[in-house]
């Protein structure tokens, strides 16, 4: 089984102590977000290898403090870090991202540059983060990760009801204004975000987007990556998980943890 840790919320950054005590515990039980009364359990055995720990997180110091732990035990086991460099308006508490990439670099050399993915998620537009802070920014961060990532996932806002309501809050409030990308606008900017990746040695792919963005230089690929498990530990997974969007190319996983319980409050975020 595949276990996602998690599309909820942040375990590694904020939940880690109850997600190694699960680990000790060797199970979780999961509630429907849609229905409370359905609850499941997922076994957190180590089995025969075959239960690959898939992490998403904004701050890998956790998982790196525990890198060899969650070896010994048995885990195959990616990570995933979202790092984006937006102002604090849009992330009021993100630790800063030169930190961050410092750790993933560590994390790297520890467990191999395939094994840890940076996001880029999501490609927010907006008067403080317009085309120019998005082709410097992300130029900035592809360098200091240059050589230690292998991949960067990018996605384009979705503007879901709670984070519409919140970015609409700092509209009034003047702390900024939409952007209003237009086609020549949006092809520019992602195909300078697919150059500059390029330019860093990594591939760069598309996360659940409705239109293919492989125009752009952007492939579209899958986050709890099939093909990547099947390359790295040589299992064989089929089919798409039918939980996710339509346009998600994930296989099957378990998602643990809950929505509502990350505290990092970025005002984007589907999650809170």
């Given at each position: ?13 904020f ?10 515990a ?13 609850v499941?359990?997922?076994?957190l ?5 075959d ?10 110091g ?34 800063k ?22 996001r ?12 120019e ?18 991949r ?7 503007e ?8 609409q809050?700092?509209?009034?409030a003047?702390?900024?204004?939409i ?5 020549s ?7 300078s ?13 598309s996360?659940a ?18 093909a ?14 039918k ?27 589907y999650?809170?």
């Amino acid at each position: 089984m595949i276990i996602s840790v998690s599309r909820r919320c942040d375990i590694p950054r904020f939940q880690f102590d109850w997600f190694m005590e699960r680990l000790n515990a060797g199970f979780t039980d999961v509630t429907n977000p849609f229905n409370a009364a359905q609850v499941r359990r997922i076994s957190l055995e180590p089995g025969n290898g075959d239960n690959v720990l898939v992490f998403w997180t904004r701050d890998p110091g956790n998982i790196l403090a525990h890198a060899e732990e969650l070896t010994n035990r048995g885990f195959p086991f990616y990570v995933m870090v979202t790092v984006t460099g937006y102002p604090v308006e849009l992330e009021p508490d993100m630790p800063k991202a030169q930190e961050v990439c410092a750790v993933m670099k560590e994390l790297a050399l520890k467990l191999g540059r395939e094994r840890v993915i940076w996001r880029y998620d999501p490609v927010f537009t907006s008067s403080i983060t317009n085309e120019e802070f998005h082709l410097r920014n992300f130029k900035e961060l592809a360098l200091l990760l240059s050589g230690s990532v292998q991949r960067v996932i990018i996605s384009l806002y979705d503007e879901y009801r709670g984070a519409k309501q919140r970015i609409q809050a700092l509209e009034k409030a003047g702390i900024l204004r939409i952007g209003q990308n237009n086609t020549s606008n949006l092809a520019h900017l992602l195909t300078s975000l697919a150059e500059s990746a390029r330019a860093a040695g990594m591939e760069i792919q598309s996360c659940a987007e409705a239109e293919s963005l492989e125009p752009f230089g952007i492939k579209s690929g899958a986050c709890i990556d099939a093909a990547l498990i099947r390359e790295l530990w040589g299992l064989e997974l089929i089919g798409k998980d039918k939980n996710q969007r339509s346009a998600c190319l994930c296989c099957k996983s378990a998602d643990i943890g809950s929505y509502g319980s990350c505290t990092a409050g970025c005002r984007y975020c589907y999650a809170r």
